[in-house]
């Protein structure tokens, strides 16, 4: 059974720019998550999507969009970079029944010059 | 609206001493409650989950939590601290919300064990 994967590691990006992220959630879970974390700052749920479909989102601008693919892989979209959309973006796949155990990547530095 | 509060952002103990990390809550239907680790440069671990079975909730790495509903606290303890648990340790409150389990993190406390 493989994990949550992510990439790429490490993105710099200038302002204005857009940027893609991308996960590969764990076998058989149907859930995924993005957060952002600031530096020093717990995670922030920016939206989620169960089935293809977004089924739930964050205080985050339309700027930020999603897609989640038929195998369960996503992306993160984020357009019109700021100074401030720097952070570590992570994924985590879950069963959107049950205990909602998430399962993280480890994540993606965007950093935004 | 949840919420979560660590209290201490940042905890000094020394190996082999008792870990306690705290940490508060606020729902308004019962929640589910989790600690999750997080070491430099990596994404988040679970530790361990509450959800609704036992209120004493054992995890990995000798860690362990108690769901106390009259304080609306779930804080984690671990008897001997070990080097290897220097990391940064998030709450986090999950309940649901039209149609999805809606996750809060607190804002994370930093355990430092010293030598």
């Known amino acids: 059974e493989t994990g949550v994967t992510q990439s790429p590691t490490h993105l710099i990006k200038t302002r204005g720019q857009q940027v893609t992220l991308r996960c590969s959630s764990q076998?058989?879970?149907?859930?995924v998550s993005w957060y952002q974390q600031a530096l020093g700052q717990g995670p922030q749920f920016i939206f989620q999507?169960?089935?293809?479909?977004?089924?739930g989102r964050g205080n985050f601008p339309p700027r930020f969009s999603g897609l989640q693919f038929p195998n369960y892989s996503s992306e993160l979209n984020v357009n019109a970079l700021e100074l401030d959309d720097s952070a570590l973006y992570l994924c985590?796949?879950?069963?959107?029944?049950?205990?909602?155990?998430?399962?993280f990547g480890p994540g993606t530095r965007l950093t935004v010059t | 609206a949840q919420s979560v509060t660590q209290l201490g952002s940042h905890v000094s103990v020394s190996e082999g001493a008792l870990v306690l990390l705290r940490c508060n809550y606020s729902?308004?239907?019962?929640?589910?409650l989790f600690w999750y680790v997080q070491y430099p440069n990596q994404g988040l671990q679970l530790l361990l989950k509450?959800?609704?079975?036992?209120?004493l909730v054992k995890g990995i790495n000798g860690f362990e939590a108690e769901f106390k509903k009259s304080e609306t606290s779930f804080h984690l303890t671990k008897p001997s601290a070990h080097m290897r648990d220097a990391a940064e340790y998030f709450c986090a409150v999950s309940v649901p919300s039209g149609g999805y389990q809606k996750v809060t993190f607190g804002t994370g406390t930093k355990l430092q064990v010293i030598p």
């Open positions: 076998s058989g879970h149907n859930t």
């Open positions: 999507y169960y089935r293809e479909e977004e089924n």
């Open positions: 729902s308004s239907v019962p929640p589910y």
């Open positions: 985590a796949s879950s069963l959107l029944a049950g205990a909602y155990e998430q399962y």
């Open positions: 509450y959800t609704s079975a036992a209120t």
